[in-house]
């Protein structure tokens, strides 16, 4: 069994799959998991002003335990420093925009409440706020940034994933 560090960032594209990953790494290792949706939006999709998003999100990182789901852009600075293990889900664009259609169209049908409350709906699906039309605009430069951590990490360990079959492979080579 490989042992996994005490603070865990699970990091990739939109609809790659990192929330379901974190939160069996911390079934897995008993770490906790913080989804950071949960810690940024509102019910209403309200989004958490950035200044009490990097409050919520450096209160999390100055725990000694835990396995957060993603690191945004205008927080990131605050998860790198504290993370040990950043665990890179580096998969092709057909299998996270896949992914991605599939669960929003899901949750759009069964109406499934997620991060505090919200619903998905087919017509948010097609806005101009569309967590795929986000997937596009964001898919390269989190690919590139995954690639680049793993080449010569700033710091934490990399861990780089790069199918559905490895990410499966290494995790069950968790223990505590």
């Known amino acids: ?10 990091y990739g594209v939109t609809g790659s799959g990192k929330s379901t990953l974190a939160a069996r790494i911390a079934e897995r290792t008993g770490l906790p998991y913080v989804s950071a949706d ?6 209403g999709w309200v989004a958490v002003p950035d200044e009490e998003q990097a ?21 990131k600075d605050i998860v ?26 899901l949750r759009s049908l069964t109406r499934e409440r997620i991060c505090n409350g919200n619903v998905e709906s087919f017509r ?13 605009a964001s898919f390269a430069r989190k690919r590139a940034r995954i690639r680049e951590w793993a080449a010569s990490p700033p710091g934490p360990a990399v861990v780089r994933l790069t199918s559905a079959r490895e990410t499966r492979r290494w995790l069950a080579t968790l223990g505590g």
């Open 1 to 10: 069994m490989t042992s996994v560090p005490d603070r865990v960032l699970v």
């Open 38 to 43: 949960d810690l940024t939006w509102l019910p």
């Open 55 to 75: 409050r919520r999100i450096a209160e999390v990182c100055a725990g000694e335990r835990w396995v957060l789901d993603a690191a945004y852009s205008r927080w």
């Open 80 to 105: 790198l420093p504290r993370a040990e293990l950043i665990v890179g889900l580096d998969y092709p664009r057909w299998l996270s925009l896949g992914r991605l259609v599939r669960r929003t169209a």
């Open 124 to 136: 948010q699906m097609f806005s101009a706020d569309s967590i795929i039309r986000w997937h596009f």
